[in-house]
């Protein structure tokens, strides 16, 4: 449970006693399969939000987050595998259409 885990141990080194081999695969981001399967259209939507994300990106490092914007700016701008983020200085989002949810 990790409950004697060294507070500063990269997750990559840790290892469950008994096994093995640790899948590190699953803690590096990237693209789901519906996305990969949707590229065209993800393109398409990103292309179509652009304005509204570059004014977002402006209101923030304007008005809401001035001390805090470079850092998250650098921050974002070295996402694993050379990523780039459509909604810079944020490093992702998520687009709920005609769906309910519970809270997260």
Same mark, same amino acid.
């Given at each position: 449970?990790?409950?004697?885990?060294?507070?500063? +141990?990269?997750?990559?080194?840790?290892? =469950?006693?008994? =096994?093995?081999?640790?899948?590190?695969?699953?803690?590096?981001? @990237? +693209?789901? @399969?519906?996305?990969?399967?949707?590229?065209?259209?993800? @393109?398409?939507?990103?292309? +179509? *939000?652009? $304005?509204?994300?570059?004014?977002?990106?402006? *209101?923030?490092?304007?008005?809401?987050?001035?001390?805090?914007?470079?850092?998250?700016?650098? *921050?974002?701008?070295?996402?694993?595998?050379?990523?780039?983020? $459509?909604?810079?200085?944020?490093?992702?989002?998520?687009? #709920?259409? #005609?769906?309910?949810? @519970?809270?997260?």
């Amino acid at each position: 449970q990790g409950n004697n885990t060294p507070s500063m +141990a990269d997750p990559s080194t840790l290892q =469950k006693d008994g =096994k093995k081999h640790v899948n590190t695969s699953q803690n590096v981001p @990237r +693209a789901t @399969r519906e996305l990969k399967e949707n590229s065209p259209e993800y @393109r398409m939507f990103i292309e +179509a *939000l652009e $304005p509204v994300f570059n004014w977002i990106g402006k *209101l923030v490092s304007i008005h809401l987050l001035p001390d805090s914007f470079q850092t998250l700016s650098y *921050l974002v701008s070295v996402l694993p595998n050379c990523d780039t983020s $459509p909604v810079h200085p944020f490093s992702g989002f998520v687009v #709920n259409i #005609n769906v309910s949810t @519970r809270i997260h």
